[in-house]
């Protein structure tokens, strides 16, 4: 999927879903009225999604001017002023929402990210982001997780295999289903494993990767002692900023969070307008 596209087909669903048959309110404000806007951060933030934001304008009137006062990727206080917006104060009524609302999603999203690349910095080891993203919003936030410091996983279903509990189950093994992998594909294979036994099944099969769901902390530095390079090792499960670097230490290679798309808080964030005379 080719990002800009999917940058216009998400802007344009989400103002379709927004406008619906016509912004009835905006409606009240003479058509040719001027008004300038100010967006505004009322917390710390990594200023990510500008794209976005200046796509839901430009697709309402694209003689709408925005003013980039930040960076893309720049982080920021409190209280800081975004970007100034001059035009039709209709189109800017009308898209403010979206606007915002993508905004404040795709901030929080690499904002998280920062809090998380920062942790592990030093350790050699990379934060990997999940499939567990806002739906409509995949390409945008694996973006946002890039702009924030980490990592992507698989974009999809279609990148990569990722071989779990039920897949080994209904393969027969870890061995069958890792070579049943190979014969239909030849993108990255990876098997997820829930103890030391399992990993060692996982090692022997030779996969590209292994996902170590949940392994302690212990169990981590023993697979990575008995792998002994031969393969990419991810650790995964109840990882939060508290121990990552912990868990970083042990020399895996990857460790994939969900919360970096799933749990966001969306940033604060506020348009104030102006009419012009």
């Keep these: 999927m080719k990002f800009n596209q999917s940058l216009e087909e998400t802007v344009k669903t989400f103002l379709d879903e927004d406008i619906g048959t016509g912004d009835v309110t905006a409606a009240i404000i003479p058509e040719h009225i001027l008004a300038e806007a100010l967006v505004v951060s009322r917390e710390d933030m990594l200023v990510c999604g500008q794209r976005w934001f200046d796509a839901v304008f430009t697709h309402l009137d694209d003689k709408i001017s925005i003013d980039w006062l930040v960076a893309e990727g720049e982080y920021i206080k409190a209280d800081s002023q975004l970007c100034h917006l001059t035009g039709n104060a209709r189109a800017l009524l009308t898209g403010e929402r979206t606007a915002l609302n993508l905004l404040q999603t795709l901030s929080a999203t690499a904002t998280i990210s920062h809090h998380y690349a920062f942790a592990v910095a030093g350790t050699g080891c990379k934060v990997l982001d999940t499939r567990k993203t806002i739906p409509g919003l995949r390409m945008a936030q694996k973006y946002a997780v890039r702009c924030g410091g980490c990592y992507n996983h698989r974009i999809g279903l279609f990148d990569a295999v990722l071989i779990k509990e039920n897949h ?66 991810e650790a995964s499960g109840n990882v939060e900023l508290a121990n990552i670097r912990s868990i970083a230490k042990t020399g895996v290679d990857y460790i994939s969070v969900g919360a970096l798309t799933k749990n966001i808080k969306a940033i604060d964030l506020s348009m104030r307008i102006q009419f012009k005379e």
């Design 168 to 233: 080994i189950i209904t393969a027969g093994s870890i061995a069958k289903a890792v070579a049943k992998a190979r014969e239909k594909t030849d993108v990255l294979v990876e098997v997820e494993v829930e103890n030391l036994d399992e990993f060692q099944q996982a090692l022997d099969a030779k996969p590209d990767r292994i996902m170590l769901d949940n392994f302690s902390l212990s169990a981590l530095r023993t697979a990575v002692e008995k792998n002994a390079g031969t393969v990419e090792l």
